[in-house]
RNA sequence: GAACCCGUAGUCUAAUGGUAGAACACCUCGUUUACACCGAGGAUACCCAAGUUCGAUUCUUGGCGGGUUCACCA
């Protein structure tokens, strides 16, 4: 039963996790108490298999800052959730269970991917945030797939459309052809691809005109030649037919600013749609629009004779066949980048298809303003957002052409298309189960309706959390506290500012018009060992679990307050090994502390011995510091001058400073000592607590609890101190001058309790007045004497 | 092409308009009734250039190098 005299993390982590589960540590108060709320807007992970390192690193940045809150008095509210609906679920669901959505019946496929997320993914995301020591309450939970979450969705839908934020077009999106489903700006990444930049010949008069591009299976999709308006070369052909090769079907010749005189030929054709310029080409001459390529990725019967061949296969296909022609008078072989879709890596597609979109390009401006009302920490990252407001291009696309995920309230009648929105109070809706709320169209009167099959995506939910996380509250007594106001803080890493940061300011501007939170905390990155992103194709990836494991949540959590908030950083394996070096320095520092406590019964002292009150004062500086960074989110600069006082001040000399006074001494001089020891050992482990709160809660219940009221050291009160509390002085000298004579020990390579008599200047003398004995008690001298600085064998 | 971040010992980092502080590694010594997962000490560092300044690692500008994001990608 006696564990060994070490500290056994894994065997306390877990019964204090227990602990704090069974006392309800971390519980909000919802009662109509006074106490002033800080409140968490926490990112739901993706439920994508486990909990990842950038969970856990992230998470632990945001728990330090909910913990020195809590012990600074808020009544914290620090929800929990999990993102598990759309196109990521999905594809797990298809991964882990072996089966494909579209062989199924959608029924079928939901009913599997909420059994999975409910039985399996969750408790497990659970298990593992819990296991971190994530301080949330865990009553607060929410799914993004849940009932309350598809209400409030699909109300943020019904609402944004009566205020005519939405509109539904066919227009052309950005496209997955894997997926099959349109996707969104941010969920694009770019991929260095080789393929071939090929000089293909147009006829126009009998003349040859040569045309450069990457793409030649676009040919069928070809709407009109642009050249530059001030390319004198091709002057005389503006106006006129020209005549596609292979398809042999005739285009104009049109000008404009955009065509660049210097690529290729100078002249480009226009497809539509093979990019984005085509697009807005499209837009601006009014060009019709050609479908050549399918939502499935396969050549539709505009390609003639490469109907139904898949993009890659035609143009090997067309370019073959351009040869043949005679047709194909240069190939350059090239490297550029292509956007592909992040999820499957395919490269992206612009279909024209029926959408439904959030619109928000008139606001740009006002975004940016928005976003600038924000704190941002670190406040650079508030550059990300701007920048990216600015580059928009699109409205919010938020349809997926996928079975799992949140469905539209929405059908549309049958005869004119108008849409029929459901009634709140039947909120959540299926319109594929369901019936709409009217008999008959209140247009036309017809009485058959189509329901939506597609669903939203799945950041259109989760930009939702805030008003998700207050209705969890509906109905207690502190709810009308909170309903009309930002939350105090979100965090979330750097990535995700514009999908996530950017559409919840953009819904709580809509629907509320105002920010949904007061401050933004934005977590770097743990990158792998070699500085570079985790991934399993690298096989840098370390897992979070086998890390605690192997370390103990503390050493993780050490290492994750290594960070700066905001920088990304290679995984510091070391800092795992300074962590536990730390963890046992404090559980053997407690073990001496209260070792000597044995007979000190808590009381104070008539007076505190000089150097006791000296290093009380030096102490109190120390907490202000800490808090002073704590307050700025900058952890790990609390974590550091903690740590720094800790082992130095505190360890290294303050302990070895009153042992002889504590083994020999009586009276007040020893209850000074223990009164003193006890004290800031609890002050020290308070400041520890929010970065290490496994170690310091195992000390304080051990030590402290039979004497505190507090169930836990997590919910007890910050150290207190003065503003401006200075460093003391006589502290330093004493501690300088204790160096001064540990160096001449070392010199003279004699061990630092040997006696010596020790000879110093009087100024020295003077700075230890008070507290003479104490240092000849450290320094083992037996006597001092006045004259140059000089240590000799007693 | 644009925005932002970052260049400090062998490594990873901190602070700072005036002597640059830790940790790991290295060297020397000591083994003391909390701790050998120990203690005391030592050596080693501000990317380059110009400017502001009495003084710049710190502020400004430019360059070089690394990174992230956005854009372009006929």
């Known amino acids: 039963m006696v564990k060994s005299k070490g500290y056994d993390f894994e065997e306390a982590e877990l019964r204090i996790i227990q602990l704090w589960q069974d006392k309800k540590i971390f519980k909000f108060d919802s009662s109509d108490t006074t106490k002033e709320i800080f409140s968490f807007d926490t990112p739901p992970p993706t439920v994508s298999g486990v909990l990842h390192m950038g969970h856990a690193f992230g998470d632990a940045q945001q728990d330090f800052i909910a913990r020195y809150k809590r012990m600074q008095g808020f009544n914290v509210l620090n929800p929990f959730g999990t993102d598990d609906n759309g196109l990521p679920t999905l594809k797990l669901v298809e991964k882990e269970k072996g089966i494909k959505a579209k062989n199924m019946t959608r029924k079928k496929f939901i009913e599997i991917c909420l059994k999975a997320i409910k039985e399996e993914y969750v408790p497990q995301f659970l298990t593992d945030a819990k296991r971190l020591g994530t301080s949330s309450d865990w009553d607060l939970f929410y799914s993004t797939i849940d009932a309350r979450s598809r209400r409030i969705s699909q109300k943020s839908f019904i609402d944004l459309y009566k205020a005519g934020r939405e509109y539904r077009t066919k227009a052309p999106s950005l496209w997955c052809t894997e997926c099959q489903t349109t996707i969104a700006q941010v969920e694009l990444e770019d991929e260095t691809k080789k393929t071939t930049f090929n000089d293909i010949t147009f006829k126009i008069d009998d003349q040859d005109l040569t045309i450069s591009t990457t793409r030649p299976e676009l040919l069928p999709a070809c709407v009109c030649i642009f050249v530059n308006p001030n390319d004198s070369r091709y002057k005389g052909l503006v106006g006129k037919q020209i005549t596609v090769p292979l398809f042999n079907f005739q285009v104009p010749v049109l000008t404009d600013e955009k065509a660049d005189p210097e690529k290729g030929s100078g002249v480009v054709m226009c497809c539509t749609f093979g990019d984005q310029t085509d697009m807005e080409w499209q837009k601006e001459h009014k060009l019709e629009i050609k479908e050549a390529i399918a939502p499935d990725g396969k050549m539709t019967k505009l390609a003639g004779k490469y109907e139904g061949m898949k993009i890659v296969e035609a143009r ?252 990304d950083i290679a995984f510091p ?69 903690t740590e720094r006082f800790f082992f130095k001040e505190f360890a290294d000399n303050y302990i070895e400073i009153v042992k002889k006074r504590i083994y020999n001494g009586a009276g007040n001089e020893k209850i000074s000592a223990q009164y003193v020891l006890r004290e800031s050992l609890f002050t020290i482990l308070k400041l520890f607590a929010p970065i290490t709160p496994f170690i310091t809660e195992e000390i304080y219940q051990t030590y402290f609890k039979k004497s505190e009221k507090k169930e836990s050291i997590h919910i007890t009160s910050w150290p207190e101190y003065k503003e401006g509390s200075p460093k003391s002085q006589a502290f330093i000298e004493f501690c300088s001058l204790l160096t001064n004579v540990r160096q001449e020990k070392t010199n003279k390579q004699i061990s630092m309790n040997s006696e010596i008599i020790l000879t110093l200047p009087s100024e020295a003398i003077k700075s230890i007045e008070g507290m003479k004995e104490d240092f000849k008690a450290v320094t083992a001298a037996k006597e001092i004497k006045e004259g140059n600085f000089k240590v000799e064998f007693a």
């Open 573 to 641: 394996e070391a800092e795992l090994v300074k962590g536990k070096k730390l963890i046992t320095k404090l559980w053997n520092a407690s073990k001496f502390v209260f070792m000597n406590l044995e007979d000190y019964d808590g009381g104070k002292p008539k007076k505190l011995e000089k150097i006791d009150e000296e290093f009380l004062k030096h102490l109190e500086n120390a907490v202000e510091l800490v808090s002073y960074h704590f307050e700025r989110y900058n952890y790990s600069h609390a974590k550091e001058i």
């Open 316 to 567: 090997k296909q067309i370019i073959e066949d351009l040869k043949k022609a005679n047709l194909l008078t240069k190939q350059e072989e090239i490297t550029h980048d292509v956007n592909v879709h992040e999820r499957c890596q395919t490269p992206i597609e612009f279909i024209n298809s029926t959408q439904w979109f959030v619109k928000y390009l008139d606001i740009k401006d006002d975004l940016i303003k928005w976003g600038e009302e924000i704190k941002w920490h670190p406040n650079h990252m508030k550059y990300r957002y701007i920048n990216w407001v600015k580059g928009l291009k699109w409205d919010w696309c938020i349809s997926r052409q996928i079975p799992f995920g949140i469905p539209f309230p929405v059908w549309y009648c049958k005869e004119c298309d108008e849409s029929i929105m459901a009634d709140e109070k039947d909120l959540p809706v299926d319109p594929m189960e369901d019936s709409p709320p009217v008999s008959k169209c209140p247009k036309c009167g017809c009485k058959e309706f189509i329901p939506e099959t597609d669903i939203m995506n799945t950041w259109t939910t989760s930009s939702l959390t805030p008003d998700i996380t207050k209705d969890i509250l509906k109905g207690t007594p502190v709810y009308d506290k909170i309903k009309d106001k930002p939350f105090s803080i979100r965090r979330n890493g750097h990535d995700i500012i514009t999908f996530w940061d950017f559409n919840s300011i953009v819904k709580s501007r809509l629907h509320h018009n105002r920010n949904p939170w007061d401050e933004l905390m934005i977590n770097g990155w743990i990158l792998g060992k070699d500085g570079k992103k985790m991934a399993k194709s690298r096989g840098n990836g370390l897992s979070p679990q086998e890390t605690i494991k192997n370390h103990g949540a503390d050493a993780l959590r050490y290492l994750c307050a290594a960070a700066k908030l905001g920088d």
